[in-house]
């Protein structure tokens, strides 16, 4: 059925190794081959006629019948009107923006096949916009449902179709799985599937396609995480292919560096390392995950592996995506190495040109043996003599690019990254299954619990007397602004009014101020305030979310709590509690409460447990907050649903193991067929 109001004129369908026009990019469409997997949005039934008098209001029918009359009315407003009949009834045609050729069309004694839904109108029961065409009396129905494709400005859906249904014809769309694993996994065959989606009959259960549990469906979900797995694992292997440093045994400044430590190693932190150390005495490159909670002890188990590379001869560098959260890493990382004649340079984009370059320097002639900094570190005039290890913090705020440029620095350096953001089983099956995954679960003694408070925003006269009171007895507060990403102007201005509101009710304390867009030696004046007390409390935009360490706050105050996803308020409220005082956390919020805000605010209320709040953020907002930047070398799943289809994952899996040992010329294939193009995603 042709898409109204201007019919698509037709186009030759390409051949199937002739490239796309450039408007399907806007697709991910690039050649024929593409199409096959370019899958309905949903379909629409033009395979039975309706009775004008049958079609009954709100539900979507197709009607055929003969013009009787068409006019441009002006009532109700400026319409093309066609009323058309069928021996049952009759039934008008309501386009309210229409093109001169549409009349002509919809000329009297022409019979029309139109669809749409029926309504009640000004002159009685009407489609509006219905798509239409003209036909004979006799023309046949359709055998098939037809296809709605996601579509872009420029493609029509009746082109889309015709090329779909050349390529279908084109296509090698033999099949990549052998019969063994179809058998395994009750899998219909690839060719049948595609054609089913693309052109399923009308006894299809709709419910069925809706729902993508169709064994047709449940086939191109399985083939997609099959792609996905096998990909990883592909990478993974030409990674162990690779030569790296080894760096194995005990060495003399990791045992003096454990030595120094005035706390002990929890039984977690000891088991990470233990699987670090054996990582790096490898000869092939560590590509190593090192994920707990907020707190949980990260950076000493990341400066162990540090120490094992400098005590082989080698140099570390430690990344991190903000200034704040670097510099906090070099001061730590000083007070730590410097007692063991271990130079560390700081390297940031905020340095002085003369400081940059003598930082430099030392890095490239092998004085300094650790560096500490942000994405500064991995630009083009930093050279390390000999680097060994890269240790990238909150990995998933960095793109491929960056990550695979700061490993280059050194040929094959091992590679640990961190992230306080626990990584949802799911994906560490699916995104992550090419990292080898070290959990600290279990945070060090002596941290307080935080207790989580929610109040509407009109107590904020009380909260601000909490403060008062708080701040009277020694500790020290946080004052986090509202996230508004449309504007980072606007957060700015939210930020300063914020705290010339809190400095005029509060005059006996002294407040501070840290946003984004400070100059970092401001920035950083701000926080050694904090740190060292001279500010009481601190407003912040959520710059502090990630690495910030001032034992003596105990009190978070998070505005517009409504706003932010579960993690980033899980990282917020895990600057506080890090002392011996009873530390809470209140969040402000707003109301009316949306659904989904008030299912985050309730998790975030229950529990403190970071692996449990990471799978409700999953659940609430998709995989996109874990991945970050990672999707720039990650294709996001376009079918298969990680929380709906576990099962498949599991299997897709072990699916791709037998491949590789039993069938590797098909697990190429099945990667090509997926991945055509885009093999190399998962690079860093």
């Known amino acids: 059925m042709a898409d109204t109001p201007k019919p698509a004129r037709c186009k030759t369908a390409p051949a199937a190794d002739s490239a796309l026009p450039a408007a399907y990019a806007k697709l991910g469409l690039f050649t024929p081959a593409d199409l096959i997997l370019h899958l309905p949005l949903r379909y629409e039934d033009e395979t039975r006629l309706t009775a004008i008098a049958d079609a009954l209001p ?80 006799e023309a046949p129905l359709p055998d098939s449902l037809t296809p709605i494709y996601p579509s872009a400005a420029g493609i029509a859906q009746n082109l889309l179709r015709k090329q779909i249904s050349a390529a279908l014809t084109q296509a090698d769309l033999s099949d990549t799985l052998p019969a063994p694993l179809l058998q395994r996994y009750r899998l219909p065959d690839f060719a049948h599937s595609v054609h089913t989606l693309h052109h399923p009959t009308p006894d299809v259960p709709a419910s069925q396609l809706e729902s993508r549990t169709h064994p047709a469906w449940r086939r191109i979900k399985f083939d997609e995480l099959l792609a996905q797995q096998l990909s990883l694992r592909l990478a993974r292997n030409a990674r162990r292919s690779q030569d790296a440093p080894a760096m194995p045994g005990q060495v003399e400044l990791t045992q003096h560096l454990l030595a120094a430590l005035p706390f002990s190693l929890t039984a977690a932190q000891q088991r990470c390392w233990a699987e ?92 300094a043996w650790l560096a500490a900094g942000t994405h500064a570190l991995f630009q083009e005039q930093v050279e390390f003599a000999r680097l060994g290890l890269a240790i990238i913090d909150e990995q998933h705020r960095f793109g491929v690019a960056q990550r ?55 107590r904020r006269d009380q909260v601000i007397e909490l403060l008062r009171e708080r701040c009277r007895d020694g500790t020290q507060a946080y004052w986090v602004c509202p996230l508004i990403e449309e504007s980072e102007k606007v957060q700015l201005q939210t930020a300063l009014d914020t705290h010339a509101a809190l400095t005029a009710a509060l005059p006996e304390l002294s407040v501070g101020l840290v946003h984004g867009r400070m100059h970092a030696r401001d920035k950083a004046a701000a926080m050694s305030a904090f740190q060292h007390n001279q500010v009481q409390l ?52 707003q109301t009316p409460l949306s659904e989904t805000a008030r299912a985050r605010l309730k998790v975030i209320f229950e529990s403190s447990d970071g692996f449990h709040i990471a799978r409700e953020d999953l659940k609430l907002r998709g995989p996109g907050e874990f991945l970050g930047a990672r999707q720039s070398g990650a294709p996001m799943l376009r079918f298969a649903d990680l929380e709906v289809d576990i099962d498949l994952l599991e299997d897709a899996r072990e699916a791709a193991d037998w491949l590789l040992i039993h069938a590797p010329e098909n697990a190429r294939r099945h990667v090509l067929r997926w991945l055509a193009g885009r093999q190399e995603y998962i690079k860093a």
């Open 538 to 589: 601190l407003v912040a935009t959520t710059v502090i979310e990630v690495g910030v360490d001032v034992p003596n706050a105990s009190l978070m105050v998070i505005e517009h709590a409504e706003r932010m996803g579960l993690s980033q308020l899980h990282q917020l409220r895990g600057r506080v509690g890090r002392g011996s005082a009873h530390s809470a956390c209140i969040l402000l919020y």
């Open 404 to 458: 695979l440029a700061l490993r280059q620095k050194g040929g094959q350096p091992h590679q640990l990254m961190m992230s306080a953001t626990p990584i949802p089983r799911t994906l560490s099956m699916s995104y992550y299954a090419d990292l080898d995954v070290s959990v600290i679960d279990a945070l060090p003694p002596g941290r307080t619990p935080i207790v989580t408070k929610l109040l509407a925003d009109s």
């Open 276 to 367: 670090i150390h054996t990582d790096l005495a490898q000869r092939h490159p560590m590509q190593r995950l090192l994920q707990g909670d907020v707190g949980s002890g990260k950076t000493v188990v990341a400066a162990l592996a540090a120490a094992q590379a400098i005590g082989h001869g080698y140099q570390a560098a430690f990344m991190a995506p903000t200034e704040i959260l670097a510099e906090q890493h070099f001061h730590k990382l000083r007070h730590w190495f410097a007692p063991l004649g271990i130079e560390v340079v700081w390297l940031a984009g905020s340095l002085s040109k003369k400081d940059k370059l003598a930082a430099c320097a030392k890095l490239a002639s092998g004085a």
């Open 58 to 137: 709100g539900r979507a029918v197709q009607v055929q019948g003969e013009v009787m009359q068409c006019d441009v009315s002006y009532k109700p407003r400026r319409a093309l009107v066609a009323k058309i009949a069928d021996n049952s009834g009759e039934l008008n045609l309501r386009f309210l923006n229409f093109y001169g050729s549409q009349a002509k069309q919809l000329a009297v004694g022409n019979t029309i096949r139109a669809l749409g839904e029926v309504r009640g109108g000004f002159w009685g029961m009407e489609m509006v916009h219905p798509r239409y065409r003209v036909v004979t009396a």
